[in-house]
């Protein structure tokens, strides 16, 4: 398979807060995935720990057999816990506390300097860094600058698309923003609102190397149970067509 699926498992943890319960476990949800063909387990440490917890993340360290993929804000604090656990990637994303989920790429371009700061401390600790960004050439150009070794794209407008028109013009900056950075020498993921419907004109970009999926595969884990829901997808992004 050309691509890697990164499951994402924070909305098992979501299910877990919602009573402050010990279940459903996310460090479980990971490894059924992993068995289902995930090759990588990504996870949110919000600040407001809404979901994942520090706790999660110190067994997931200890369990992951494939690659641990930890999304978190560009702050001294994150950092400090990144060096402590040492995932294999960090991916810098934005946040706020109302959103519900995120909800647009790191602005790079206008944030150059602090971002090139937090990505040399983290590489300074030997951690691989993505920056979660909008499919953006200038925001493309502005990650290569601050010197960053891989980018996701934001891929919520092409999921959110109203018609298939405006579908065609998301997915075609995606294309073209997988494209440059490519050619920049960085390597490409993509991620937010993929799902079982939506996933396949994603998966055939050559360019990118991993997808980034959560709330879909959780929804029909419900439902099918964590295997199959990954499998299923693991399926779909081996043969798109």
Do not use: W
């Amino acid at each position: 398979m050309g691509q890697r699926l990164g499951v994402n498992v924070d909305h098992v943890a979501t299910l877990r807060q919602a009573r402050r319960t010990t279940y459903p476990d996310p460090v479980t949800a990971a490894a059924m995935a992993e068995l289902a063909g995930a090759g990588q387990i990504t996870i949110h440490l919000r600040e407001d720990r809404r979901h994942i917890q520090e706790r999660d993340l110190r067994i997931l360290r200890e369990t992951v057999q494939t690659l641990l993929n930890l999304e978190m804000a560009a702050t001294q604090e994150m950092v400090k816990i990144a060096y402590e656990h040492k995932p294999d990637v960090v991916t810098l994303v934005p946040e706020r506390r109302e959103e519900l989920t995120t909800e647009g790429g790191l602005d790079v371009a206008g944030q150059r300097d602090p971002i090139a700061k937090i990505i040399k401390n983290l590489k300074d600790g030997e951690i691989t860094v993505s920056l979660f960004i909008d499919p953006d050439l200038d925001q493309v150009r502005a990650s290569h600058k601050v010197n960053a070794d891989r980018i996701e794209l934001h891929t919520g407008r092409y999921c959110e698309a109203r018609n298939e028109r405006e579908r065609a013009r998301e997915l075609s900056r995606i294309v073209d923003a997988a494209k440059a950075a490519a050619r920049l020498g960085m390597s490409v993921a993509a991620g937010h609102g993929l799902n079982y419907d939506n996933v396949l004109p994603i998966a055939r970009i050559q360019e990118i190397d991993e997808l980034n999926i959560g709330h879909s595969l959780v929804a029909r884990a419900v439902l099918v149970g964590f295997e199959r829901a990954v499998r299923e997808m693991v399926e779909l992004m081996r043969n798109p067509g």
